[in-house]
């Protein structure tokens, strides 16, 4: 029993984690999992990461605000 309650002391934010979380299925995570690394594979052969970070948000539906490059009054 002392093995069993340090366990869950030393893992308690992980569990009660999984408590605040309930609403997320693992199925969702899996899913937008696989599109990340499907969008990872294809740009393999892009240079920089900022590339692959804007690849990413198009693929997963939250493109990044671009500076304005002209101001309009």
């Known amino acids: 029993m002392k093995k069993v309650a340090w366990t869950i002391r030393t893992h308690r934010s992980l569990l009660l984690?999984?408590?605040?979380?309930?609403?997320?299925?693992?199925?969702?995570?899996?899913?937008?999992n696989n599109k990340a690394k499907l969008t990872m594979r294809k740009?393999?052969?892009?240079?920089?990461?900022?590339a692959i970070e804007v690849a990413l948000?198009?693929?997963?539906?939250?493109l990044?605000?671009?500076p304005i490059a002209?101001?309009?009054c």
């Open 70 to 72: 002209h101001r309009f």
């Open 17 to 32: 984690n999984w408590f605040a979380a309930k609403a997320m299925s693992s199925g969702i995570v899996e899913g937008c």
């Open 57 to 62: 948000y198009h693929a997963l539906g939250h």
């Open 64 to 66: 990044p605000d671009l």
């Open 43 to 50: 740009a393999y052969g892009f240079r920089t990461f900022r």
